[in-house]
């Protein structure tokens, strides 16, 4: 089935909160469409769709329920969003008028690579915008990231031979929160997550292609690449940001994954 859109017309607003205890507003009423999406954290939502109930599409996760990083909850013109926060959350929110029809409540993404790379591209426009040395309009970044949230979304649902599975899609989440933490490891992957480390290394392999182990060290190399060019942050302070607690074996790693030394990247990489 073929995708044919015309993309978002028009962005009413948008907030990328820093993590907080709680919302402002533990719920509202929107004329037009809003997205509401965890960065990271969690917390619980109700839409309610006062208009043409039962006639939308509805999430594959329901009108109510919890929402972590991959899910998008979005609520209709006229529908009433509950939300309240069950750990400390960072999140995207935008109003937005749209030809579209996404499904209603909440709906996991698959390619949470893709709406991480999005928010950080967001998150960069912001702060330049707010120091005064603006490169991107941020808030036509905020646009491009809910149309590229919505398009996802419905291609995704077309994927009829895609499975989804649910254990994977809560590891990488776990992952994206905690690759910072030099304890994060498979098996503490797998206590939180209540798997065996070997039921989660298959899991995630028959998805991913790559064990959680592998996946983990490309997000850390991933940040550690981000952080060589973009600040004159010293090896320690690159070394913790990314999970590991000394320069010295962080070198040793960066190395492995790149064929390059911190030092030789960062040089290399400077115009």
Excluded: N
Excluded at 24 to 45: A, K, V
Excluded at 114 to 137: T, V
Excluded at 178 to 192: I, M, Y
């Amino acid at each position: 089935m073929a995708i044919l859109v015309e993309i978002m017309h028009f962005l009413d607003g948008y907030l990328l909160a820093p993590r907080r205890p709680q919302f402002s507003l533990g719920s509202d009423t929107y004329e037009g469409w809003c997205m509401l999406l965890p960065r990271s954290g969690t917390f619980s939502y109700e839409v309610e769709d006062v208009v043409a109930r039962g006639t939308r599409a509805v999430g594959a996760a329901g009108l109510r329920g919890e929402a972590c990083f991959g899910d998008v909850v979005i609520s209709p013109p006229g529908g009433t969003l509950r939300r309240q926060m069950k750990t400390p959350t960072s999140f995207f929110f935008a109003r937005f008028l749209t030809a579209l029809e996404p499904p209603i409540g909440c709906s996991r993404l698959r390619d949470v690579d893709r709406l991480c790379a999005d928010l950080a591209l967001l998150e960069s426009a912001q702060s330049a915008s707010d120091e005064g040395r603006q490169r991107l309009d941020a808030e036509m970044v905020a646009a491009h990231v809910v149309d590229d949230v919505l398009i996802t979304m419905l291609w995704e649902r077309t994927r009829e031979d895609v499975r989804e599975d649910v254990l994977v899609r809560r590891a990488v989440a776990a992952i994206l929160e905690s690759f910072t933490s030099p304890d994060l490891s498979l098996g503490e992957l797998a206590r939180t997550l209540g798997v065996s480390s070997s039921l989660l290394s298959r899991r995630f392999r028959d998805v991913r292609g790559v064990t959680p182990v592998q996946y983990l060290r490309g997000v850390r190399l991933r940040k550690a690449r981000e952080l060589l060019t973009g600040t004159d942050f010293t090896l320690q302070t690159i070394a913790e940001q990314c999970g590991y607690r000394s320069a010295f074996y962080f070198s040793r790693v960066f190395k492995a994954g790149t064929g390059q030394s911190p030092s030789e990247y960062r040089a290399g990489s400077r115009v």
